[in-house]
């Protein structure tokens, strides 16, 4: 018989999602989310070229906030969008994936290169726990000015600077600093800004 991890937690999952507890993505809520996002993305996608106007609505109502003079390039990736805020002046290129489990935060004037991963979700060590389903989140922000080479992945939990450059294929594992650029796996910084 399988653990029950939540006999004494009375909120759904969803509810420790939110929290950021660990929780089971079994929530039908959780479900009707991610089928939201995933219409509103592709929609977003279809209508891109053909109607700028109606691509910026559907990307405001898929995120929880778009500034003035965002453009992000389809086809992009997200869990919920719901829990993405993008600064103004910012630009976002083809296939962004932006794991939204937990609130991700991209500040104004930022570059973001093309196949860039953003993973909030996490999972944990033990075995039998991965096994059980759990899982849990936790929040990236990145700061205003930011550049993210090509292929950059940044994991759960991280922090990048403002100003701050990250090199093509970097993988952010630890908070970077503002003022620097970092490269490298894990991504560590080499110079000052």
């Given at each position: 018989m399988p653990t029950d991890h939540f006999a004494d937690d009375p909120r759904t999952n969803l509810e420790r999602m939110l929290a950021g507890d660990l929780y089971i993505a079994d929530d039908p809520e959780i479900a009707r989310r991610q089928h939201r996002a995933m219409r509103l993305a592709a929609r977003y996608q279809s209508v891109f070229l053909e109607e700028s106007g109606e691509?910026?609505?559907?990307?405001?109502?898929?995120?929880?906030?778009?500034?003035?003079?965002?453009?992000?390039?389809?086809?992009?990736?997200?869990?919920?969008?719901?829990?993405?805020?993008?600064?103004?002046?910012?630009?976002?290129?083809?296939?962004?994936?932006?794991?939204?489990?937990?609130?991700?935060?991209?500040?104004?004037?930022?570059?973001?290169?093309?196949?860039?991963?953003?993973?909030?979700?996490?999972?944990?060590?033990?075995?039998?726990?991965?096994?059980?389903?759990?899982?849990?989140?936790?929040?990236?922000?990145?700061?205003?000015n930011v550049w993210l080479g090509g292929g950059v992945i940044v994991c759960p939990g991280v922090t990048i600077g403002n100003n701050s450059v990250i090199g093509a294929g970097a993988v952010v594992t630890k908070d970077v600093p503002a003022d620097v650029v970092a490269v490298g796996n894990p991504a560590r910084p080499v110079r000052s800004l």
């Open positions: 691509a910026q609505e559907v990307l405001a109502e898929l995120l929880a906030s778009v500034g003035e003079g965002v453009e992000v390039r389809p086809p992009l990736y997200v869990d919920y969008g719901s829990n993405i805020t993008i600064g103004a002046g910012t630009f976002v290129n083809y296939h962004l994936t932006a794991l939204d489990v937990a609130r991700i935060t991209i500040g104004e004037d930022c570059q973001i290169g093309p196949n860039v991963q953003l993973l909030t979700p996490t999972h944990p060590v033990e075995p039998q726990l991965r096994r059980d389903k759990l899982e849990a989140a936790l929040p990236i922000a990145i700061g205003d």
